[in-house]
């Protein structure tokens, strides 16, 4: 090899560790600008309302089986202005004291706009589901005095959009008290052999790095 074999290959080196310091000095910059656009706009986590529940069947029997079939309306808003939301997965289902008497529906993917509102429709069953012993004392108790207190989670995962970036996965959780009364009629509207319980409850919402 010739010195001047030498200097072209000393100077294609140079090139390319030039090249290589100014892509990944570009890639900085770029990740600098979308943190900065990230903390200036900071996204705030949605809303959701659980609107109404509509009651089919709500059956206790021995020895302590709860049967139970309602019709939720759950809305959903962005208040971002400048921020989009993809839903990437949501199970939605009832509990009661922490313990799930239904089972978990998978709500379909969605894209939330810069404040859109979603409403979902979703049914949920269960059926003969066993109920802890301390639970279903405490049922009957509720029961008996005409005031059911349930509670409709939501968990999943969410992405936010800005522009054309779109961040990594964020966990959701959300929880909506029902307070179903069956002995004051004046708080639900029949609906053929249903009784629909109009709500418009506030639900609180978790979001956290997945």
């Not at 964020?170 to 009784?195: E, H, L, W």
Request: glycine share 4%; proline share 5%.
């Amino acid at each position: 090899m010739t010195v001047k074999d030498c200097s072209e290959h000393d100077d294609n080196k140079q090139l390319v560790k030039r090249i290589l310091i100014a892509i990944f000095g570009l890639l900085i910059v770029i990740a600098i600008v979308v943190f900065f656009v990230w903390a200036i706009l900071h996204p705030a986590k949605p809303r959701f309302i659980l609107q109404d529940v509509t009651i089919y069947a709500f059956n206790l029997t021995a020895p302590n089986f709860l049967t139970s079939n309602m019709q939720i309306t759950l809305s959903s808003r962005n208040p971002n202005d400048r921020i989009g939301i993809y839903y990437q997965k949501l199970d939605i289902f009832a509990s009661y004291r922490n313990q799930q008497i239904t089972l978990p529906i998978l709500l379909p993917r969605t894209y939330q706009g810069h404040q859109d509102i979603t409403i979902w429709s979703p049914f949920l069953c269960g059926n003969a589901v066993p109920v802890a012993p301390f639970l279903e004392a405490g049922l009957s108790q509720d029961l008996n005095a005409g005031l059911v207190l349930l509670n409709i989670k939501v968990f999943g995962q969410l992405k936010w959009k800005v522009g054309t970036w779109i961040s990594g996965r964020y966990q959701i959780n959300a929880n909506c008290p029902a307070y179903i009364s069956f002995s004051d009629r004046t708080k639900d509207i029949q609906v053929g052999p249903a009784m629909k319980y109009q709500l418009v409850q506030t639900c609180s919402v978790d979001v956290s790095l997945d």
